[in-house]
């Protein structure tokens, strides 16, 4: 198991950036793929971004497909999330997920490690 804490969520205006990181514990990182997910009031937790366990393979959410970058750091044992022209829509809880396989998933349940999330507003 990687302990994940997630730093660098606020307040922003409609179009602007966050940068949200991820700092995990433990020496196997990079056996671990990683994604973000987030979750609104009174809605369920939705797929964001995944990260293979190389770095080399990501994928999105087609809601932030364009606009949001999902990196990793291995050496620094980190994964970010850079959150670009962001809309009041992306509003939520942002919360940093890994899982012990080489790909990532956009499956909640698939994975087994998390972080306590940050919160992250969009508004005029």
């Known amino acids: 198991q990687v302990p994940l804490v997630e730093s660098g969520g606020g307040l922003v205006q409609p179009g602007g950036s966050l940068r949200l990181s991820c700092a995990a514990s433990g020496r196997t990182f990079n056996t671990y793929a990683m994604g973000w997910f987030r979750q609104a009031p009174g809605k369920e937790r939705e797929f964001v971004a995944s990260i293979n366990w190389s770095g080399s393979n990501t994928y999105y959410a087609d809601s932030v497909r364009g606009r949001f970058t999902i990196t990793r750091d291995n050496a620094k044992n980190t994964v970010s999330l850079q959150m670009n022209s962001l809309k009041p829509e992306d509003t939520a809880v942002y919360y940093c997920?890994?899982?012990?396989?080489?790909?990532?998933?956009?499956?909640?349940?698939?994975?087994?490690?998390w972080g306590q999330g940050t919160q992250v507003t969009v508004s005029s």
């Open positions: 997920a890994g899982r012990r396989s080489f790909s990532g998933s956009i499956y909640e349940s698939e994975y087994t490690d």
